[in-house]
């Protein structure tokens, strides 16, 4: 199985920009179609991005389109979210997750980082 450690989060701005990283280890990360979810306090876990094991698809939930960039690089075994133009409603505890190949759901979750912007 595959663990994952994120890093990366912060208390910035309104306005500003944050990168997360989710670095796996004991598996390859290229087995894995690999994910961004994010919980605010008091709120349901909810999708944020997705992205393929190549790194050739990816998917936004529509809050973060054009604002969020999620990228992988096997060769590190880190997937990143590049988090632009931040908002207050953005705060919340990101984690990252990992799908194996031909599963329906994601198996294997990071801690979490928390990120908090302020307005």
């Known amino acids: 199985q595959v663990q994952l450690v994120e890093s990366g989060g912060g208390l910035v701005q309104a306005g500003g920009s944050l990168r997360l990283s989710c670095l796996a280890s004991g598996r390859t990360l290229s087995d894995y179609a690999m994910a961004w979810f994010r919980q605010a306090h008091g709120k349901e876990r909810e999708f944020v991005a997705r992205?393929?094991?190549?790194?050739?698809?990816?998917y936004y939930e529509d809050s973060v389109k054009g604002r969020f960039i999620i990228s992988r690089d096997n060769a590190k075994n880190t997937v990143y979210l590049q988090m632009n133009s931040l908002k207050p409603e953005d705060t919340a505890v990101y984690s990252c997750?990992?799908?194996?190949?031909?599963?329906?759901?994601?198996?294997?979750w990071g801690q979490g980082t928390q990120v908090t912007v302020s307005s």
């Open positions: 992205i393929s094991r190549s790194g050739g698809n990816t």
């Open positions: 997750a990992a799908q194996p190949s031909g599963a329906p759901t994601y198996d294997y």
